[in-house]
């Protein structure tokens, strides 16, 4: 079974930039689709960014777009999501998932059709 272990986050002043790190141990995940989310204090996960397992198609929340950029090395079995001009309503704890389907070549953004995740990890953006 796949584990998924999220790094990268941290606290930047607004306009900054982070970049988050998806890895992958037990097995590889080179041919599912992952997708990253986020949750807010008392709001719920809301979907931030897709990649299919090829990396041919992306998607992004409209908050994030032109902002964030996902990307994946399957060599490596992770993936990333480039975070930049970073404002204080992007702050959240930020997950990591891995869509069951294999080799789909659409990105899910509904967040009960992944069937595994990270434990998060927290990015905090000072006005």
């Known amino acids: 079974q796949v584990q998924l272990v999220e790094s990268g986050g941290g606290l930047v002043q607004a306009g900054g930039s982070l970049r988050l790190s998806c890895a992958a141990s037990g097995r590889s995940f080179s041919s599912n689709g992952i997708g990253w989310f986020r949750q807010a204090p008392e709001k719920e996960r809301e979907f931030v960014a897709g990649i299919t397992w090829n990396g041919v198609n992306t998607a992004y929340a409209d908050s994030v777009k032109g902002r964030f950029t996902i990307s994946r090395d399957n060599a490596k079995n992770t993936v990333y999501l480039q975070m930049n001009s970073l404002k204080p309503e992007d702050t959240a704890v930020y997950y990591c998932?891995?869509?069951?389907?294999?080799?789909?070549?659409?990105?899910?953004?509904?967040?009960?059709?992944?069937?595994?995740w990270g434990q998060g990890t927290q990015v905090t953006v000072s006005s």
């Open positions: 998932a891995k869509h069951p389907g294999l080799f789909v070549r659409i990105v899910v953004r509904t967040t009960g059709e992944y069937d595994a």
